[in-house]
């Protein structure tokens, strides 16, 4: 069923609410670069059974799905030449999870870190949010993944998918079958040693983080996050960019504003923001403007693109109806052969 040849480059966003640049530095920006390049065969996932642990209302769900989806399209991820899909389009990610949720012990996954931090937090946490990794280990493995280029904070579930493969090849793939029938027959012989050999996961996947963007810092210097309060959404308006750079404490005893900086070192090289933080030394009301101004530039040609495609969603739904049905040939087509290694079929 695989006819392209190219190594799969796959990955996926929560839609959980508004992006923000973090998401962008740290993951979208490396698929619009790597799909524009044609060497990978690129999955682009909404993924929609990951965020029902955190939305948990139909009509949200919905519209941050469609919303997800025509992020995608706005940053510049074309569905000509690569597959933009909803997870639960497929349902093949649901039935391989559940395979790998068979074969995975309870504190194998308890070394996960959010299942950890929201222990130490003393949330209470959903059999789904304790069993994401093996959600995840599905969305690469069902389709031979290659890459899968996330931000620093993701590692570890690539990780956890590299190990479940070599688990279930362990278990299943031992090239032996449980033929009764005669081995003295010649035919019956050759049949038996017919049998693949080959493991069913044959492409171990490998994350693609980009160090100087690993964890892009947001307005208070720590890890840009919902959960923080201290994003810059991505299709931020003038206005909502000016309000979020003003709000940057500024520690006047350093050399220079370093969570201003650590911002701007986003857009522009540090050869350019040199001299820029030289002239304007302890002037930080005109740093923060020079920043306001970058991200304005950079921010609006994507922000008008997203408005376009909010005011046709016919095109984002087209999109993903060919992306769910060129998604569920592939994952079907590596599901027989898991169903047949299990021996439900
Ligand atoms: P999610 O939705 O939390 O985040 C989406 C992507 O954005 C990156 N990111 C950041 N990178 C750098 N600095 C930041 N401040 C920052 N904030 C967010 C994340 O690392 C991530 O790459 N489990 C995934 C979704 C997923 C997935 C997959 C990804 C489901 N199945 C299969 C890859 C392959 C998640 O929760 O991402």
Known sequence: MNSDPRPVLLSGIKPTGELHIGNYFGAMRQLVDLSKSDEHDCYIMVADYHALNFIQNAQNMRE???DLATAYMAVGLDPAHLTIFKQSDVPAHTELAWIFE???????LMRAHAFKDAEAKNHEISVGTFNYPLLMAADILLYDTFVVPV?????QHVEYARDTAEKFNRLFC???????NSPFNPNEYLKLHEVPKDEVFTVLPIPLIMPEVAIVPGTDGQKMSKSYGNTIPLFASREVITERIMSIVT???????ENVYAIHRLLK?????VPLYEEHK???KALKDALIADLEEFIAPMRERYLELKNNPDVVIKALHEGAKKAN???ESKMSTVRRAVGVV
């Not at 068979?102 to 194998?108: E, G």
């Not at 931000?151 to 590692?155: A, E, L, M, R, S």
């Not at 031992?174 to 009764?180: A, E, F, L, Q, W």
Request: aromatic share 4%; charged share 30%.
């Open 251 to 257: 520690d006047s005893s350093g050399e220079r504003p």
């Open 151 to 155: 931000g620093q904070d993701q590692k």
């Open 102 to 108: 068979s074969i995975t012990t309870m504190p194998y």
């Open 329 to 331: 040939l592939k994952a």
């Open 269 to 273: 090289s540090e050869d350019e923001l």
């Open 282 to 284: 302890g002037k930080y």
């Open 174 to 180: 031992t090239g032996i079958t449980s033929r009764t």
């Open 64 to 66: 941050l799905s469609l």
